[in-house]
């Protein structure tokens, strides 16, 4: 049987392909995609910079969907469900799968990276990674629950509290749900820096301080918690600098693998620095638990195009996309 799948054949270079629909293992279910969404990592990918991605290769880790088989042993799931999936399958068995740290399991794997993703009609997960959409949650916010996880994650980190100063370097999805998942903690007029206007004004319709650069929030005091949510060496940089004595700075853009800080200043303000790497099961389950109930969404900022246009929609994210915090493909 073949099913109809968006397919990575080299940087810049995506294909409509006809492949075989993917047999669930017994421990398995096969969805049938109904949202997936595009994500930053991806595009890298799609310009030939992620060493992640390799083609040929069926990307897309952000997705919803419906229950279409189970595996003999995958026990809990009828077909016609409808489903989100935690993409990141892990051991299980680890130091830190046991610990509650499952995203930094040695043999992790990620769906659209490792292992066939769901830019395509079908996708087949482990059982143990799919979770039911409750009634209220629609696909696309559905789909939207993997990169509510990672700021769920950051947060989290953070140990942030109503009192807490924050600033976001980077107002793209994860900047602009890491807004969202901090007011779910009580923290109030958090500070976002961005270049791209348009994004800028999704921040600000989210009760967000947004400005271009940091003197127009008109703050002159340090932040208690700093996110750089680009990963760029300068606002890497800006982040430390941006904390107070004792803050706490939270490291999740992936953009360059090596960049200088400012060692001595962190060593005598005693500033706390930290990476933040996808999320555990716990964040991902929180994740879908706040988009039920209304605390986290951007789908009043998302487009949905179809699967064949895939690729065009790569290319508008990439060139500018406006005033759209993410696109979802769909068959």
């Known amino acids: 049987m073949k099913m109809q799948a968006l397919v990575y054949e080299g940087p810049k270079q995506m294909n409509i392909r006809s492949v075989a629909v993917p047999e669930p293992g017994p421990d398995e279910v096969l969805i049938r995609v ?3 969404g595009i994500c930053g990592s991806e595009l890298s990918g799609y310009l030939g910079h992620n060493s992640l991605r390799k083609p040929p290769l069926i990307m897309g880790h952000e ?14 799931f009828t077909s016609g469900e409808r489903v989100t999936a935690n993409p990141l399958v892990t051991c299980g068995s680890c130091r830190y799968c046991r610990n509650g740290e499952s995203q930094l399991c040695g043999a992790r794997q990620l769906l659209g990276a490792h292992r066939p993703g769901a830019f395509a009609e079908y996708i087949a997960v482990p059982a143990e990674n799919v979770y039911r959409l409750p009634d209220n949650v ?9 990169p509510v996880a990672c700021a769920v994650h950051v947060c989290r980190l953070l140990r942030l509290t109503p ?12 900047g602009l749900l890491a ?35 940091l003197e127009e ?22 982040s430390v600098s941006a904390a107070r004595s004792g803050g706490r700075v939270v490291f999740t853009g992936l953009h360059e693998a090596e960049s200088a800080l400012p060692v001595n200043d962190m060593i005598r303000g005693e ?7 996808a999320y555990s099961r716990e964040d991902f389950e929180t994740a ?10 951007l789908t009043a900022w998302t487009e949905t195009a179809p699967l064949e246009e895939g690729g065009a929609c790569f290319e508008k994210l990439i060139a500018g996309p406006g005033k759209t915090a993410k696109i979802f493909l769909h068959i």
């Open 34 to 36: 109904e949202r997936v």
């Open 63 to 76: 997705f919803a969907g419906i229950v279409a088989k189970t595996g003999e042993r995958a026990n809990g």
């Open 138 to 146: 629609t696909m696309e916010e559905g789909a939207l629950t993997e």
């Open 163 to 174: 009192a807490d100063r924050l600033l976001i370097y980077g107002a793209g999805p994860i």
């Open 179 to 213: 807004l969202q998942a901090a007011q779910a903690h009580g923290v109030r007029n958090p500070g976002i820096l961005d270049l791209n206007e348009a994004r800028l004004e999704i921040a600000r319709e989210l009760g967000g301080m947004a400005a271009t650069r």
């Open 217 to 238: 929030i008109g703050e002159t005091a340090r932040f208690d918690a700093v996110i750089d949510a680009v990963g760029a060496s300068f606002t890497r940089q800006q």
């Open 271 to 277: 500033i706390e620095a930290k990476g933040a790497f």
């Open 288 to 297: 879908l638990q706040w988009i039920s109930e209304g605390r986290v969404n």
